[in-house]
């Protein structure tokens, strides 16, 4: 039996567009192994829909000084071993790396090995990881038309990213009953990310009395992110975490309010749902979904407020000013000539495996 190693872990971001592609790598026959941490997010996300889960020691590449980086090599390193030793074991005919510090050692042993490797970068710059992982690639997909200045043209191909097919088979009604929203206001989603976000937590739930006059809303706030004194509050469901129900969250949604992680934007894409974007600060990032929102807002794709002036605006103005610009949103959505990456990623994959 052909085989494929997937990798890529640390963030939701990281996995779930591995998670798309893995029902057609079954489909074509292949056994779908996947490597990454033993208690990363990505062992709770592929559960179930790998063939094989295997696990690494990982250490962090961090961009500033801290004594944990004298440490973490050596976690790097065994890292690279125990990758190697894992190959060696699988014998894949690739490896698909979706980036986080956890494939860097899974692409540097396949370099070793001379086993093929593709990687994926979803924001409009590359990450890090890819970046080191990059000189070691054959081949280089990207999905902002704007990466192609930051990468190896002669590697590069445009794919777009992956989403799951079945983001956009969700049932509104199903995802009204699961909140319990009785009335017919228009429905507000609320997405911080896989691990969260304070900052949008915070300025939903003290605008939420204003908020709750005009709009039903699905909060989905993050690992340790619920507030209690809000549970029994009419037309505000709170979840930590969804999976299965996001589907159907994204059909009954008028407007998503999001982080700008280019996964999510991709799936808003692919659902047709008009969205406030608030990217992750460059305090606490390299400032890449500044940048992907900056992108969606040029092309007149979504309504960007940088969490930087989110002090010296009105958000609740903000919302008002994305619910009213949905239709023309939504209109310039269906515009794009979006094509979902998993067909090209696909292509791509078997030409490898097979040639």
Partial sequence: MKRIVLTGGGTAGHVTPNLAIIPELKSKGLEVHYIGQIDGIEKKLVKGVVDYY?????GKLRRYFDFKNFTDVFKIVLGVIKSIYLLLKIRPKLVFSKGGFVSCPVVWASWLLRIPVIIHESDLTP????RLSAPFAKKICYSFP???????????VHTGIPVRSAIQNGNATLGREICDFKSDKPVLLIVGGSLGSKVINDLIRGNIDTLTNQF????ICGQNGLDTSLMNRVDYRQFEYVDQELPDFFAMADLVISRAGATILFELL???KPSLLIPLSKKASRGDQILNAKSFAKQGLAIVVEEEN??????IDKIQEAFQKKDQIIQKIGQQSFSQGNHHIFKIIDEIINH
């Fill in 54 to 58: 295997h696990h690494i020691s990982a």
């Fill in 127 to 130: 990450g890090l990881t890819n």
């Fill in 146 to 156: 704007e990466t192609i200045k930051y990468i190896n043209s002669s590697k590069a």
């Fill in 216 to 219: 039903s809303i699905c909060h």
């Fill in 270 to 272: 692919a659902v047709k």
């Fill in 310 to 315: 989110l002090a010296e605006i009105f958000i």
